[in-house]
């Protein structure tokens, strides 16, 4: 297997959505809000070719769905489809993704599916052969959102991913279609049934832990259903990925791809071996 680490649409958000009841005076030390308030966030996706023969993307993105008003309000930088062209940079059409892996169907990690907003045309989705392979509850939390979180959401996503006839929801820790080359586990703080998938020595956080500064266990989201139980899922899933040496893959934090867990003599969890970018690693 070959790893790239592939960029998506970056997006602008809110410092104290991100960071929950960090105080401002903390989070503003570890990235530097604009005038707004607002964080620059990556939506990174991680490409995996030869995986037992198939090329498979682990989410995509935000994408370029957004019309305007909407892109503006979700702090969306730009209005091209960027996946599409880093995939391209790397020699991989939308035709050539055999699966496309989704660890929940929130807009920032699913909105990549689809084709670029169009005004005269509605969206349709981008990878025409794909098996997409999602969690059973994380669609099923889509097909019928809480008001809370309706807003994650893209209405006409799960409409169209059924009509594919390619989509496979999973609830196991393998996926019939990847067989047991990627290794899923499950958590529920953020959103429920959120897919955590393993594959060789790298493990893909998505929102579970977004980025550096949330390895730190206390450290959540305000966009979090249930604070206190992700930190309690933190810190088992850091336990063990520590334990067996399993790197992190970080889809939000705009400098650090990947990084491998630690933990001092106190207990407080960390990163070493911190990489901007994952470019052709060999499993």
Excluded at 85 to 105: F, K, M, Q, T, Y
Excluded at 136 to 146: G, N, T, Y
Excluded at 234 to 255: M, P, Q
Aim: with cysteine; hydrophobic share 40%; aromatic share 8%.
């Amino acid at each position: 297997m070959r790893l790239w680490s592939v960029e998506g649409n970056k997006q602008r958000l809110d410092g104290g959505a991100m960071f929950g009841n960090v105080p401002r005076n903390l989070w503003a030390q570890w990235l530097t809000p604009d005038a707004e308030n607002r964080l620059e966030f990556a939506c990174r996706c991680l490409l995996v070719e030869d995986l037992d023969g198939q090329t498979v993307l682990f989410e995509t993105g935000i994408g370029a769905f957004f019309e305007p008003k909407l892109r503006a309000r979700f702090g969306v930088l730009e209005s091209e489809h960027v996946l599409l062209r880093s995939l391209a940079a790397r020699g991989v059409n939308p035709e050539d993704i055999d699966v496309v892996v989704l660890s929940h169907l929130h807009f920032d990690h699913a909105g990549g599916l689809l084709t670029a907003y169009d005004e005269h045309r509605a969206p349709e989705l981008v990878f025409p052969r794909a098996r997409f392979v999602v969690g059973r509850r994380a669609f099923e939390r889509a097909c019928a959102p809480h008001p809370r979180d309706r807003a994650s959401y893209i209405a006409e996503l799960p409409e169209l991913l059924r009509r594919s006839g390619r989509l496979e929801l999973i609830d196991g820790a393998e996926a019939p279609c990847l067989g047991s080359a990627v290794r899923f586990e499950y958590s529920d703080g953020h959103t429920p049934g959120l897919a955590l998938a393993e594959v060789g020595s790298v493990v893909f956080c998505s929102d579970l832990i977004p980025g550096r500064p949330w390895v730190h266990l206390p450290v959540t989201m305000g966009y979090d259903r249930y604070p206190e139980l992700i930190i309690d899922e933190k810190r088992g899933f850091l336990e063990d990925k520590i334990a067996r040496r399993v790197r992190l893959f970080f889809t939000h934090d705009l400098d650090c791809a990947v990084a491998l867990p630690v933990s001092d003599a106190d207990g407080r969890c960390g990163v070493t071996a911190e990489e901007r970018t994952l470019d052709g690693e060999q499993l």
